[in-house]
């Protein structure tokens, strides 16, 4: 570290390079025993507070024998953490596939891993910061690529009108727990990227250790670029498209290139799988292909399958502001060209990005496009975000129905360590050991005692009232108010009343002021002689977002009024640190976006994780999870197109939900002051969601879903040199080029005693093969309720086998397919292209159809 420290002392080092302090409590009760005050003045930041610390009081604690024996034993734990089996190295290697992914590659524009990085703006980041924490904490293998941007995401304050004030305070790299990565001669790592005209951007790799999981960020703030390249790293979601585009050009091209170099340098095994968190790193595909036609002579296509194959897609939002679309003539200028790379074609390289489908934009290249095109597998963060991104996404898999698009769904979760309150794991620990670990054995937590769980939950509510005093006053001292204006302040809040919380960025979809669209019912809540509920509210609105930062005007001004102030307060400069206290401290957590536009959502996970009941629209993780027990659903008007009229309606019903509700439970107490009913929903909520919204629950889903599969389908490819990848590439050609005369014929079904609800109908389909193999395609058939127009509600499918040619030569295919349902019943047959190294079936896009679905004869069955 840059203090030099007495000998004894060294494992401090140790221990601070990693970032697993920022969610191991025992390592930092060590840090915060090196001076309690400091620690607290330096916000928690271990190296801040080893360079601030008086080097007399680091003399006596490198004599004093209780805090060295602390030290070594957490250093050795530490040791012991990072080295140890668990449990990705239990999972047995299958004998076809090869077992689990040697490397996983995971990109990602933002991290947020502790409030002292501030290098993520909200959710997408967040979660990029979890995933590696549980892949730590489960062995998973995963090497980590960002950007260092050297001056984050911005600070947040308030002027004395309440608008948004944005600083962005530079951070020093030499000041954080990083590392510059190097080669074995010492030399600092450089990576380069061209650029047209011949410039060159370049970048360093600072290399930091989240637990297990190494994560390389490149930063191109370096003598060897000029001005402008030096700057490509400076903000997280700053400058306009050129900018943004070289940060995703550095991400995914340098983002490979450092790979190659740290697995160069330390021996680490390539990755097999490369998983893209959302479109920013999609150029990372463009680049493996780049590898593969220059190192192993593949052609682009051949390429383009072994890289499909070994890439995971996650997308993250169906709100279009949240997509990168750059002007297709900006790529062009990137790519094309003096900046073309022959083994890259510029057409090849818009094709990936370009919006094909009905409402596309053809003057715009889309990043989430080039992303699903680039890979194999893709996913969204909850149930209905999938189902949302297979109705917007559709277009891109042709023909098909939207239950058949490839886009499945992982939910996302949040890592325990990082958000729970140290009293609630305690608690928890005590009544059912190690469920956080094992996410098994969460139901003992109903018998959680009432009392106890009270009084803590009380503790943390009381923090919360004494952490937001202290805040409001900074806030607004800062805005000019003097000593005695603040005076107030002192009795903001209540440890003892109802708490809800809102915290979140502000795109207008989450609807910051829904609260507010009848002032006068939220004041007579906030102020009700025997239920009243106390609010406390963060967000920041992105800096170019000025109907974002109206709202948080119009928040606070609302929060200003002397009136409510003490129950109503907004805390500015929402992060990390400021999240946890929220979603330990608050005992409701309010949620109200437009449905269906918030993906997943993860804040109300971490309430609910703390023992905070959620009150929330049903979209995202909530429209999953909820069961009528854990919390309250706000009723959504969605459907509905009027969006005053939607607001007016579901604010009326959050008013309603609160006072009828949540503030009645909360308030009914039984003789003893516990309100046992609130209680029974705080354990139902430990107990039943508690292992579901837990991110190491996500990260085995990734692992069993899409890793494992992912490299299995990767090695495939490379295998032989990359024999299954020229096989695939010539065999996808060939059934493209045919596909325009494939054609279902003639289908022909009988039920030979007549339909009747438990019996079968045979089916036969006489299919054009257009000089296809009888194995390049899947014929089913495809069956289930219909509605009016003969739509196919739900559908099943059975594949039908090939039978003897029909007296034209034609192929045909046999099969039955069972009456389950009485009513309206209809079929169809469906031709798709099938190969052993194809995903999924829509994979290609390809299918051919009958010109008319067929209903059972005689209509309706009995
Ligand atoms: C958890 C978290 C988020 C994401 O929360 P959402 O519910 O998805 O809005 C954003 N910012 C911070 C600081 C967080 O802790």
Known sequence: MRTALPEPLRPLEELILNLRWSWHHETRDLFRSVDPALWDAVGHDPVRLLGEVAPERLERLAGDRRFLRRLDDL?????????????????????????????????????????????YSGGLGILAGDHLKSASDLGVPIIAVGLLYRHGY????????????????????DGLPLTLLRETDGAPVRVTIGLPQGRRLHAQVWLARVGRVPQLLLDSDVDDNDRAARDVTDRLYGGGGDHRLLQEMLLGIGGVRAIRAYCRITGHPAPEVFHTNEGHAGFLGLERIRELVAEQGLTFDEA????????????????????????????????????????????????LGAETYPDGDPAVFNMAVMGMRL????????????????????????GFDTADVPVGAITNGVHAETWVAREILDLVAREAPSVVEAGKGWERLRHLPDLELWRVRRALRGRLVAEARRRLRASWRSRGAGEAETAWIDEALDPDVLTIGFARRVPSYKRLTLMLRDPERLRALLLHPERPVQIVIAGKAHPADEGGKRLIQEMVRFADGEDVRHRIVFLPDYDMALGRLLVQGCDVWMNNPLRPLEACGTSGMKAALNGGLNLSIRDGWWDEWYDGRNGWAIPSADGLDEPDRRDALEAAALYDLIEDQVAVLFYDRDPSGLPRRWMEMVKHTLAALGPKVLASRMLRDYVTELYTPAAAASRAMRADGYAGARELAAWKQRVAKAWPGVAVKRVEADAAEGPHVGGRLSVRAVVELAGLDPADVAVEAV??????????????????????????GRACYVGEVPLRRSGAFGYSVRVVPRHRLLAHRAEMGLIALPP???RVPNGALR
């Open 75 to 119: 250093a050795e734990e530490l040791r012991e953490y990072l080295t140890a089996p668990r449990w990705y190295q239990s999972l047995g290697a299958s004998a076809d596939s090869g077992g689990p992914a040697r490397a996983i590659a995971y990109f990602s524009p933002e991290y947020g891993i502790t409030a002292a990085l501030p290098q």
């Open 154 to 173: 911005f600070a947040q304050s308030l002027s004395r009108d309440g608008r948004q004030l944005e600083r962005y305070p530079p951070i020093d790299p």
């Open 304 to 351: 383009l399958e072994a890289v499909r194959a070994g890439t995971v897609f996650t997308t993250h939002t169906p709100v279009s502001a949240g997509i990168d679309r750059f002007p297709r003539e900006l790529v062009e200028r990137h790519f094309g060209g003096d900046a073309e790379n022959r083994d890259v074609p510029l057409e090849r390289v818009l094709d």
């Open 375 to 398: 890979a194999q597998r893709v996913n969204g963060v909850s149930r209905l975000h999938g189902l949302v991104s297979r109705e917007m996404f559709g277009g891109l898999w042709g």
């Open 783 to 808: 069956y289930g309720r219909v509605d009016e127009s003969d739509t196919l509600l739900d559908p099943s499918s059975v594949e039908l086998a090939p039978a003897e040619p029909d007296d034209d």
């Open 852 to 854: 008319e679905p067929n």
